[in-house]
């Protein structure tokens, strides 16, 4: 478990279905775990808060991970935006939905990537200099921003023209971090990563 930033935590775990390492976080001044899976030494950091998390919050349905273990062991909320609920047809996985623009938590706020699917989220927060938190649209490779492989989307350059379109409007924010459900995150300096990405 390490604090990027004051306040957001950050640590990796093997995907069991991807296998693969990727992020979670959990952001303390909003109460929220974000696309957590269950850390590899165990649940000890969490059982040791004043207040554990309150929420689960996914950046997209796809996201589920270790979800019901945070809900079961803390009584904590899982939330998803709701175009990410049909994924789960068939199976008895249930979440709480929220719509792009609301507040999910003090200071968090569900924002619109899409174009790789209707449910792709991103998430500002507000709390110290700022964070961006990003599903699928956007990763880290080599400690940059990058778009997943061409191979992982329908129609490559429509979906990346799109995705330029869609992040070129979260430059309106402030943000100094950018955190990745897949890589490292860019803990300084991830507003101007994002803006030469996106130039």
Same mark, same amino acid.
Request: with cysteine; hydrophobic share 40%; charged share 25%.
């Given at each position: =478990?390490?604090?990027?930033? &004051?306040?957001?935590?950050?640590?990796?775990?093997?995907? &069991?279905?991807?296998?693969?390492?990727? +992020?979670?976080?959990?952001?303390?001044?909003?109460?929220?775990?974000?696309?957590?899976?269950?850390?590899? @030494? $165990? =649940?000890?950091?969490? @059982?040791?808060? @004043?207040?554990?998390?309150?929420?689960?919050?996914?950046? +997209?349905?796809? *996201?589920? #991970? *270790?979800?019901?273990?945070?809900?079961? /062991?803390?009584?904590?909320?899982?939330?998803?935006?709701? +175009? %990410?609920? &049909? #994924?789960?047809? %068939?199976?008895?996985? !249930?979440?709480?939905?929220?719509?792009?623009?609301? !507040?999910?938590?003090? %200071?968090? #706020?569900?924002? !619109?990537?899409?174009?790789?699917?209707?449910? @792709?989220?991103?998430? *500002?927060?507000?709390? $110290? +200099?700022?964070?961006?938190?990003?599903?699928?649209?956007?990763?880290?490779? !080599?400690?940059?921003?990058?778009?997943?492989?061409?191979?992982?989307?329908?129609?490559?350059?429509?979906?990346?023209?799109?995705? /330029?379109?869609?992040? /070129?409007?979260?430059?309106?924010?402030?943000?100094?971090?950018?955190?990745?459900?897949?890589?490292? &995150?860019?803990?300084?300096?991830?507003?101007?990563?994002?803006?030469?990405?996106?130039?």
């Amino acid at each position: =478990m390490n604090e990027i930033v &004051p306040g957001i935590y950050h640590w990796t775990a093997r995907h &069991p279905d991807i296998h693969a390492r990727v +992020s979670s976080y959990y952001v303390r001044p909003a109460g929220i775990v974000i696309d957590p899976l269950e850390p590899e @030494d $165990g =649940m000890g950091f969490f @059982d040791e808060l @004043d207040l554990p998390p309150q929420q689960v919050v996914l950046t +997209s349905g796809l *996201h589920w #991970r *270790h979800s019901d273990r945070f809900r079961d /062991r803390y009584d904590a909320t899982i939330r998803v935006v709701s +175009s %990410g609920v &049909p #994924r789960w047809e %068939g199976t008895d996985r !249930e979440a709480a939905t929220f719509e792009y623009g609301d !507040e999910v938590a003090p %200071g968090v #706020r569900a924002l !619109e990537v899409g174009q790789i699917c209707a449910d @792709d989220t991103a998430l *500002h927060i507000a709390h $110290g +200099s700022g964070a961006i938190a990003f599903a699928d649209g956007l990763i880290s490779h !080599e400690g940059a921003p990058a778009f997943v492989p061409d191979s992982l989307m329908e129609d490559a350059e429509d979906t990346k023209a799109g995705l /330029r379109n869609s992040l /070129r409007g979260f430059l309106d924010k402030d943000f100094d971090a950018l955190l990745f459900a897949h890589g490292d &995150p860019l803990e300084k300096g991830g507003f101007a990563a994002l803006k030469n990405f996106l130039a």
